[in-house]
């Protein structure tokens, strides 16, 4: 009977933060696989421009920018798996000896046996739900302001949430936009108090209050933001605000459902990381590790991603060599 593979790696997720990890775990002779999810290439594929990753004199596309990364990987030889995980299993209390230590089980049934887990499943943006907000991501909404606020260079913009995100992106805004218009939902920020006073106290940032967007391009088939709708929900009063950005910063869903029982979450689902001194992405269970956007980041940045990826990589190859000895 043929014996079952057994990877040293697998890597849930094939943004910035997957697939460095699985260059470095392939270039260290590891057996590797990504599996690439929903979305191959994660998030920065719906980013149209990217001019802060380092290494791109004219800037890249987000899209070429994950092919190029995806190749990279495969022009070394490495392997790369479509589907979606569904659940892992710890197999260490059933076999002791055969060195596996993990099950990864596919929505579609198929199973994989391996060392090490790196989750790198990344988060989405949540949005609006509204119309032609999704046909214009890209073309006057966006949900990172750190990537896309230079393209709005003297225009009005307006950002919607009352968090930290969508104060520092107001706030991070004005250095570009001639106006931003801050639109929350209730008479009051969630953001921690010193960046509500920065924002509170800036004469390019209007507050919205107890208002809603409830319409996009009112009455225009433009292929680029022009105005959106907001209700008052206080006193059902509707305007039209001429804007040519709209940066939407209510939270973030963390693609993390099946490692809930497995290993620590925040109560949002970010996985926790940090804990153990010499493998810093180790999460609460060893020998899964996990890396960018769907750990508790400080920034949520393609690099930092990339750089978290390196690091589990290699606290993947360390660990598994001291499971050995
Ligand atoms: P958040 O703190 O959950 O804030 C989300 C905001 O969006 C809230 O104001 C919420 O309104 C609003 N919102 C949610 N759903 C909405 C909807 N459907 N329509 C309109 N508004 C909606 O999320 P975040 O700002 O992304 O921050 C995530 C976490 O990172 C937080 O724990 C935050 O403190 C932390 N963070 C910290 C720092 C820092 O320390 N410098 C920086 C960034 C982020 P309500 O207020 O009415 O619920």
């Known amino acids: 009977m043929e014996e079952k593979k057994i990877y040293d790696t697998i890597i849930i997720g094939s943004g910035p933060a997957g697939l460095t990890a699985a260059i470095y775990n392939f270039r260290a002779d590891m057996k ?16 149209t421009t ?27 030889g490495g392997e790369i798996k479509s589907g979606l995980v569904k659940k892992i299993s710890d197999l260490r209390s059933q076999i002791s000896e055969s060195g596996t230590n993990f099950e990864v089980e596919f929505e579609g049934g198929e199973k994989l046996l391996t ?24 073309h006057g909404i966006s949900g990172c ?17 009352g968090g930290d995100v969508a104060a520092e992106d107001a706030e991070f805004l004005t250095k570009f936009a001639t106006k931003v218009y801050m639109i929350h939902r209730r008479d009051s920020l969630r953001a921690q108090i010193p960046q509500q006073k920065l924002v509170l106290n800036n004469p390019k940032i209007e507050m919205v209050w107890n208002s809603e967007v409830v319409g996009i391009n009112d009455g225009s088939e433009a ?21 040519g950005g709209l940066f939407v910063a209510i939270g973030r869903n963390p693609a993390t459902g099946f490692a809930k029982e497995l290993v620590e979450m925040s109560e949002d689902g970010q996985i926790l990381t940090g804990r153990n001194e010499e493998y810093r992405t180790m999460t609460s269970l060893p020998g899964i590790f996990a890396a960018g956007d769907c750990t508790k ?11 978290d990826g390196c690091r589990a990589g290699l606290d993947a190859e360390k660990w598994i060599k001291s499971q050995e000895n």
Not at 145 to 161: E, I, N, Q, S
Not at 297 to 307: E, M
């Open 32 to 47: 590797t696989v990504v599996v690439s999810g929903n979305q191959p290439g994660g998030q920065l594929t719906i980013t």
């Open 50 to 76: 990217v001019d802060n990753y380092p290494g791109f004199p004219n800037g890249t596309g987000g899209m070429k920018l994950m092919m190029d990364m995806m190749n990279q990987y495969k022009n070394l």
């Open 115 to 138: 060392k090490a887990v790196i989750v790198a499943t990344g988060a989405s943006a949540k949005w609006l739900g509204i119309e032609k907000e999704k046909e214009l991501i890209g």
């Open 145 to 161: 302001a750190t990537c896309d606020g230079m393209f709005f260079r003297d225009k009005v913009v307006a950002v919607v949430g």
């Open 223 to 243: 292929e680029n933001l022009e105005n959106i709708r907001i209700r008052n929900n206080q006193t059902g009063e509707e305007k039209v605000l001429e804007v």
């Open 297 to 307: 980041v400080d920034y949520r940045q393609a690099i930092v991603a990339a750089g």
